[in-house]
């Protein structure tokens, strides 16, 4: 029999359950028990959901109260000095202290740092590692939600994030290397080990998407050292689970690693199956990864059958098993929750049920079992439905696409020209201010949106709601000096589904819900044909704030690529050629703004560097087309406008010069949780523009104060020109609180007059 199985699971649940109980227990800590008791439910629901869906083997301990690698990393206890003395006392309290930061009972302590991971919109916490870390068994979850999930009747194998990866993942505070911590990990894992085993385990996942990567020498002597120790324990069996591409010049070391089974990305990387199966060690289990783990598309049953035929063929059916591409928390829960999009969409979606589902159909059409017949050709129905869709393709967008010429991606003048251009219009001082874009989204906000979506409230009465939200924030704005504001983006509910709402080619769920990081989440667009904009988007709003205020109001637009790298992209044709088709609609709205009179316009592109390659052989590739893709959107305007864009959670050393070549007069960054580190990049490639380094982490609960900010911009004026420098948080303001909000951003402005007069008085 050809075994189902899946990789992970989605967490949140499909109405956001956990996210719910989280917020709920960090605004009153009495509430843990119930936190507790939802995040049981929620496991208990997805593991019965997985087997009636068709799986043979369920996932456990993917699940996450924030993160997996903040999970192993506790689990280890690689907890950083700062929280030792929390975690110790409460652990959940310390928990979240490392993913949060917090400041309660005379502790003031910053979160640790989060990064993407890999290359998609998921965020992870970055474990912090120092020389001689120690490293011990704090706890007993993996063998806990094992034994959870056999006493309720399922076959479950545990997933652990693998001890290469998760070194490879991490940090050391103080330059030491962190391979170098190897050994004493591998006494952990191996105990780890032995206790599932004891516990009834039969296989464990142990997952290296770091295999995937481009390795060194001293990475692939570490996984040889890793897994030669551990197939020395005794262990349940191990599958090595590799995802999100090929394994390539990586195949031959996984192979020569002591392990039972190996998980293929074949969505990713489907020409790697022949290698994989001509060099694939005698009764190893192979895992096929046939249907996408990480895009709504529903699968081509065909295709995937052609490649689980082929390795039955080679292996037998016991040595191969049916899995998603990689983990299926890049994904919604279930599709049969969408009751209002267009029914030939609808149709064309397969959620993390579907795709179990899916796989299920494949493994019973392999093995005869005539009763899938019928799924199996409505799958081909609707998979040719798709491709002959009048939605999908739109003659005019290709038109224009095809009609470019090489001038549209670029400025009329240097930015040398244009700054003094822009200095002359705007008159602006030395450390300006301003924020991100969007402002808190308080309950009467997110309320009204829900009534006015569901018919309860009036047009009339939602747009005047949202012009006295916005009316306020700039009053606050110029009450307390911020130099450029912004209108808030009170109308807007995402910043990448707001404008797909308004774009021609997405359709958008009510129940696609995704983590993005501990309990944000989002809830992707779905592009599913030729994109172009009917209307403008955001002029209204804008040009309302500019009306209510003498300062420069600026204009707030997410950039194409992120756009592209935030939505269910349709996957029929090109990533490069959707992205530019966005660009194009961004492009009219730019200058839709600038006609209006906002004459400050930032695009944002957090997600540019998510959108690399794995492999740096393919970074160019991309690089060019995002680029291009930036410019296009940015480069019509006059000389004294002002391009900004945003990029958060970014490492710029490797793409620094992409950055500078997408010639925005502005970049404002995330850098307050690295204390500065990020500013290095820029530094060191004498990056002539202007940079807003952030200086208040707004994904955490914690207020710096005017010291803590002046600091960080002494650090960023020791390496950078205070004509460059602007003062800003690290990101949009949505997620927090009018108070805090308030507070952080009166400390802000007094930094930048701090600044201000410090400069002044040098000169």
């Given amino acids: 029999m050809t075994t189902v199985t899946n990789l992970g699971f989605p967490r949140m649940g499909a109405r956001r359950e956990l996210k719910q109980a989280l917020e709920a227990y960090w605004r009153d800590a009495a509430l843990r028990p119930q936190l507790l008791d939802s995040a049981r439910q929620l496991r208990e629901r997805h593991w019965q959901l997985q087997r009636e869906a068709g799986a043979h083997v369920v996932p456990c301990n993917d699940f996450s109260l924030y993160d997996h690698v903040l999970d192993t990393a506790f689990l280890f206890d690689a907890i950083p000095a700062r929280y030792r003395a929390l975690a110790d006392a409460d652990p959940l309290a310390g928990y979240f202290a490392m993913a949060r930061g917090t400041q309660r009972e005379g502790l003031d302590l910053h979160a640790l740092e989060m990064t993407k991971w890999f290359d998609t919109n998921y965020h992870y916490i970055v474990p912090e590692l120092q020389a001689g870390q120690a490293f011990r068994l704090r706890h007993d979850k993996p063998v806990a939600e094992f034994l959870e999930a056999k006493a309720l009747g399922h ?214 079992v005539v009763t899938a017949y019928p799924a199996l050709e ?181 950039g194409p690529v992120t756009v592209l790298q935030w939505s269910f992209v349709r996957d029929d044709q090109p990533r490069a050629t959707t992205c530019r088709q966005l660009a194009l609609a961004l492009r009219d709205e730019v200058l839709d703004l600038e006609a209006a009179g906002i004459r400050i316009i930032q695009i944002d592109e957090p997600a540019l560097r998510e959108g690399l390659p794995l492999r740096r052989a393919d970074w160019a590739g991309y690089l060019a087309w995002a680029v291009e893709s930036f410019r296009l959107a940015a480069a019509g305007v006059a000389d004294d406008t002002q391009i900004h864009t945003h990029m958060c959670y970014s490492e710029f050393n490797d793409i620094i010069e992409a950055v500078a070549a997408m010639d925005a007069d502005v970049i404002s960054i995330e850098t307050s949780r690295s204390r500065m580190e990020l500013l290095d990049a820029f530094v060191r490639f004498r990056y002539p523009n202007e940079i807003g380094p952030g200086v208040y982490d707004i994904h955490s609960p914690r207020v710096p104060d005017v010291a803590e900010m002046v600091g960080l911009l002494e650090k960023a004026s020791e390496v950078l020109s205070p004509e460059q420098l602007w003062v800003n948080p690290d990101c949009g303001l949505k997620t927090r609180g009018w108070d805090e909000t308030r507070k952080a951003l009166v400390a802000l402005v007094e930094a930048a007059r701090v600044m201000r007069e410090r400069v002044m008085a040098a000169v």
């Fill in 378 to 558: 409505r799958a081909r129905e609707l998979v040719a439905a798709r491709k002959g869709s009048t939605k999908v393709h739109r003659l005019q967008v290709a038109q224009r696409l095809a009609n470019l010429d090489a001038a549209a991606a670029h400025r009329r003048s240097t930015y040398a020209f244009r700054r003094a251009k822009q200095q002359r219009r705007f008159d602006l001082p030395l450390f300006p201010t301003t924020t991100i874009g969007s402002f808190p989204q308080t309950k009467e906000v997110r309320e009204a949106r829900a009534r006015y979506k569901s018919g309860q409230l009036s047009a009339a009465d939602y747009d005047e709601l949202i012009a006295t939200q916005t009316a306020e924030c700039v009053r606050f704005q110029e009450e307390i000096g911020i130099d450029v504001p912004v209108h808030g983006e009170f109308e807007r509910n995402d910043m990448v589904e707001y404008f797909g709402e308004q774009l021609d080619g997405f359709v958008f769920t009510k129940h696609g819900w995704v983590q993005s990081y501990g309990s944000r989440c989002v809830k992707p667009p779905v592009i599913y044909g030729d994109v172009q904009r009917p209307a403008p988007m955001t002029v209204r709003w804008s040009t309302y704030a500019q009306s209510l205020t003498q300062r420069p109001m600026k204009g707030m637009l997410t």
């Fill in 155 to 368: 076959a479950a194998r545990p997933v652990l994030l693998g001890p290469v990866s998760f070194l490879l993942l991490s940090k050391t505070t103080d330059g030491s290397d962190r391979l170098a911590l190897l050994d004493r990990l591998l006494g952990i894992y191996t105990e780890l080990l032995g206790k599932l085993h004891e516990a009834g385990a039969e296989w464990v996942q142990i997952d290296e998407p770091c295999l995937v990567l481009d390795l060194d020498h001293d990475d692939a002597t570490a996984y040889r050292t890793a897994y030669a120790a551990l197939a020395r324990a005794a262990r349940p069996k191990l599958l090595l689970a590799t995802y999100f591409g090929a394994l390539g010049d990586n195949l031959r070391l996984a192979h020569e690693l002591p392990v039972d089974g190996l998980h293929v990305d074949l969505v990713r990387a489907p020409a790697q199956l022949d290698a994989v199966l001509e060099t694939l060690p005698a009764e190893r289990v192979l895992s096929l990864g046939v249907v996408d783990g990480r895009n709504v598309w529903r699968a081509d049953l065909d295709r995937a059958m052609a490649i689980t035929r082929v390795a039955i063929e080679r292996l037998g059916k016991q040595r191969v098993w049916l899995a998603p591409s990689c983990s299926l928390l890049h994904v919604p829960v279930d599709a049969t929750l969408e009751k209002a999009l267009p029914s030939d969409v609808h149709a064309w979606l397969a959620f993390a049920r579907q795709k179990i589902e899916e796989l299920r159909t494949v493994a019973d059409m392999c093995k005869g």
